[in-house]
Nanobody, 116 residues
């Protein structure tokens, strides 16, 4: 069974930082491309960052320079370090297995609230 469990969300003030984690099981994690997405209330889910098996990363323009995606293959975990948070970063953040995208596996999400 594929499972993705996000954690690390919370409420912070503008300019604060959070580190999100996503623990993955049931996949060939070490060779799979992983992504972080977010969905603000009333909005579509959008790609935030993606990391492939060798650590190459891509970021949405809105978070470039502020967020960093990383992975620990030994722990089957993908991280999202979020710095200089802005109110517009407020959303539920989800991790996603991009390699298994056709199966549409998502975690439960973790809420991030950035207050002004």
């Amino acid at each position: 069974q594929v499972q993705l469990v996000e954690s690390g969300g919370g409420e912070v003030h503008t300019g604060g930082s959070l580190r999100l984690s996503c623990k993955v099981s049931g996949t060939t994690f070490s060779i799979n491309t992983m992504g972080w997405y977010r969905q603000a209330s009333g909005n579509q889910r959008e790609l935030v960052a993606v990391i492939n098996n060798v650590g190459s990363t891509h970021y949405a323009n809105s978070v470039k320079g502020r967020f960093a995606i990383s992975r620990d293959n030994a722990e089957n975990t993908v991280y999202l370090q979020m710095n200089s948070l802005k109110p517009e970063d407020t959303a539920v953040y989800y991790c996603h297995d991009e390699t298994l995208r056709m199966f549409d596996y998502w975690g439960q999400g973790t809420q991030v609230i950035v207050s002004s």
